[in-house]
């Protein structure tokens, strides 16, 4: 089939008999334990979500349904034969767990253009707000704006049967991740291009329509938006925000309302808007060094950073070990389009110098570059260079992952999320200390 709806259906039985088989007969297995230290510590490394679309390895990084970002690369189709892989590709990998053909990619893109209108109400909303209102407070308006045509929440208010959750949450989804481009596109135009909208070519696909209604037409900035909304796609569970809408979905909250809240989460500095924070402290260090600062300037500049008690944003990870594979893959694709870009190379030479000095404080478990340390560089290159903006443009691709997750959850009939809390004084009692 290329209807992704009914490829999806075909996923179901076997995906329920799998979770009745392991709920069932291993039930009472134990996956791990938790310490007091995992407790107040952000609950780092504990094993306590069910999450299907992407896990991860410390060492090697995010697999998307089991395969690696390089995989992808080859085997999603592309706009063009050997482009960079469709969003479209990666949305039907994540929902139903198989590689799509080109043919099954572009029917997705097909049945999101058909849905992909933003409401008239929606972008009135939008420019109501103040100017200077973040670019993701923007986003999250949006997406509340938008939750008044929840089909879920009709629906619930109907009584649908809880067997049926899955497919008013379903086409909430779709609806929601075909809108995002028109809602990303309005706020950048309101916000940086004097409100002059820009419609959406009905010949072009998800990613590229993306960068068309923002204005940016050429083949480079494309490809270079297919790749960036194929790669942020999905991170595991126990991200901000996967998990922020993970835990309001359980409350059997329609995707608007969840994806609202996972948004407010990639909005922090230390999740998503890293991005933001990365360009801005690179334009310090070309503001207060120049272009091509020495090796010995950078790691002075490094140092006073750490020194002001801040972050170096871009670099650790809280479950990577080693360099994100999405750095990686961001910094091949610099690599073939930008091989002389002097921003590309400033980075390059950071990748050079920071990871010692965060290896010398002692402390940071991982020294090595995420996502958000190459991201904003191929966005600069061709012309988006309105940094306040990146993070929703990962918001944008994070719904892949984390609205596919929600329909599985409600298919799978997941319950509300509602771990254990302690007080000091109880976890003190626990451990016989007072
Ligand atoms: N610069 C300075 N200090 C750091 C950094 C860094 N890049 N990374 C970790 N540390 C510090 C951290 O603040 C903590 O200090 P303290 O004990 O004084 O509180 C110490 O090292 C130990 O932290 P870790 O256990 O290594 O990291 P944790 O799991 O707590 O946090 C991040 C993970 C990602 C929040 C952290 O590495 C960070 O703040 N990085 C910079 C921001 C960033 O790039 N975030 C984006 C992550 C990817 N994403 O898109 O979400
Ligand atoms: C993500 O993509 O969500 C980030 O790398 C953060 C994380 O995985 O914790």
Redesign the pocket.
């Known amino acids: 089939t290329t209807d992704l709806k009914a490829a999806f259906v075909e996923a179901i039985p076997p995906e329920m008999e799998r979770l009745k088989l392991l709920k069932k007969e291993h039930g009472a297995a134990v996956l791990g334990q938790v310490t007091v230290e995992q407790a107040v510590g ?1 609950m ?1 490394g504990i094993p306590a979500l069910l999450w299907e679309t992407s896990l991860l390895d410390p060492e090697e990084g995010i697999r998307f349904r089991g395969y690696s970002i390089p995989e992808l690369q080859e085997r999603l189709p592309g706009a063009s034969p050997g482009g960079e892989p469709l969003p479209e590709g990666m949305l039907w990998l994540l929902l139903t767990g198989q590689v799509p053909t080109a043919e099954q990619a572009h029917s997705v893109a097909d049945m999101l253009r058909e849905r992909s209108a933003v409401p008239a109400h929606v972008q009135q909303v939008l420019a109501a707000l103040p100017s200077g209102t973040h670019p993701m407070t923007q986003l999250c308006t949006a997406v509340l704006a938008l939750q008044s045509g929840s089909k879920f929440a009709a629906a619930y208010d109907q009584g649908v049967h809880k067997s049926k959750y899955w497919e008013p949450v379903y086409e909430d989804s779709m609806d929601l991740i075909a809108k995002l481009p028109g809602i990303a596109a309005a706020i950048y135009r309101n916000t940086y291009k004097g409100g002059k909208l820009v419609e959406a070519d009905p010949k072009l696909d998800w990613a590229a329509n993306l960068a068309h209604q923002m204005g940016y037409d050429s083949e480079g900035a494309q490809e270079m938006m297919r790749l960036y909304q194929t790669v942020h796609a999905d ?1 595991e569970g126990g ?2 925000s996967a998990h922020a809408t993970h835990l309001v979905g359980s409350a059997l909250s329609d995707p608007y309302l969840s994806y609202a809240a996972g948004m407010a989460g990639l909005a922090g ?4 808007l ?2 933001q ?2 360009l801005r402290w690179v334009h310090g260090v070309q503001q207060e060094l120049g272009g091509t600062p020495t090796n010995e300037q950078l790691r002075d500049y490094v140092w006073a ?2 020194k002001a008690g ?10 990577l070990r080693k360099t994100d594979p999405r750095y990686t893959c961001l910094r091949g694709f610099a690599q073939r389009h930008m091989p002389d870009y002097p921003l590309f190379n400033l980075v390059s030479l950071l990748y050079e110098v920071v990871p010692d000095i ?1 290896t010398q ?1 002692g ?4 020294p090595w570059p ?4 190459h991201s904003g560089v191929l966005l600069q290159y061709y012309g988006i260079t309105e940094e306040r903006f990146y993070t929703v443009l ?1 918001g944008v691709s994070r719904a892949l992952g984390v609205l596919s997750q929600g329909i599985w959850s409600r298919t799978l009939g997941l319950p509300i999320e509602r771990p254990k809390s302690l007080t000091i004084d109880a976890m003190l009692q626990h451990v016989g200390a007072n």
Do not use: I, S, W
């Open positions: 952000g780092r991170h991200n901000v500095p230390l999740h998503g890293a991005n924070e990365t950073t750490l801040k972050v170096v944003p871009g670099f650790g990870h809280a479950v965060l404080t402390k940071v478990k991982n995420n996502v958000d340390a990962f």
